[in-house]
């Protein structure tokens, strides 16, 4: 070490990565989230052990998710929902973040789910539907009014479209139809497309695309399991 600055070492496997309080957190295939010196610009990240390292309290078994807002870091696993607040240490490792809380039971999130940061807080998908994790960390059930429309153990995918005020679950419906979930921000309503190209196949992911016409309305691309692309139009897909 140089002044008191602790030794760098590498995270090992990662299942999910955010950057949270100027520095890097990833979340590893146990109950463990490590972190980061702050970040200095033209340094890699270090991660020093066992320092800088969140354990996730009880039998939490693997961390499923990890995101950041500006109060604390959400730490997802399958049972529930912890917060992490706090500035954490410097690079010689004093300082700290808090032990992580407990705000939800039995609402965690799915393996492999997405997750979305948004000014609203976190959007994530459970078991039980769609939550929301808030900035004031309550958990809430948004996904009510679609819960029919969607296997929620089929959504690939969840994309803000800030242009008109949308953020898109791509997913499959429980008869297994291609189906796009939309809630308004503004509004805070849901709509829902289903999609019928004929082709058998799922949805694999989706983004968002600006082409050089710049036309936002053409910019939702959906990428199927079969190879192929789909597009949206102002009339369809």
């Known amino acids: 070490t140089t002044g008191g600055v602790l030794d760098n070492y590498q995270p090992g496997s990662v299942t999910d990565i955010t950057e949270h309080k100027g520095r890097i957190f990833v979340a590893t295939p146990t109950e463990f989230v490590r972190y980061s010196k702050p970040l200095r610009q033209g340094e890699v990240t270090g991660y020093p052990i066992p320092q800088f390292v969140i354990d996730i309290p009880g039998d939490s078994a693997s961390i499923n998710g990890i995101s950041s807002g500006v109060n604390f870091l959400t730490v997802f696993t399958r049972k529930g929902v912890f917060v992490v607040q706090g500035e954490g240490p410097n690079a010689v490792g004093q300082g700290f973040f808090n032990l992580p809380n407990a705000i939800a039971e039995n609402q965690g999130a799915l393996p492999g789910s997405p997750h979305l940061d948004h000014s609203f807080g976190v959007f994530y998908v459970s078991d039980r539907g769609l939550y929301l994790v808030t900035p004031q960390a309550q958990v809430q059930y948004v ?4 819960e029919d429309l969607v296997n929620t153990e089929n959504i690939k995918d969840i ?3 800030d242009y008109n005020n949308e953020i898109r679950f791509a997913g499959a419906s429980a008869s ?25 196949s799922s949805i694999a992911a ?7 016409s710049g036309d936002a309305s053409k910019s939702h691309i959906i990428m199927l399991s079969s190879g192929n692309i789909l597009r949206q139009s102002s009339t369809s897909y």
Do not use: H, S
Request: glycine share 8%.
């Open 176 to 200: 297994n139809t291609k189906v796009v979930l939309i809630y308004n921000t503004f509004f805070k309503q849901w709509t829902n497309w289903g999609i019928y190209d004929g082709v058998t």
């Open 143 to 146: 996904g009510a009014p679609v």
């Open 159 to 161: 994309t803000l479209f």
């Open 206 to 212: 989706q983004t968002q695309y600006f082409d050089e």
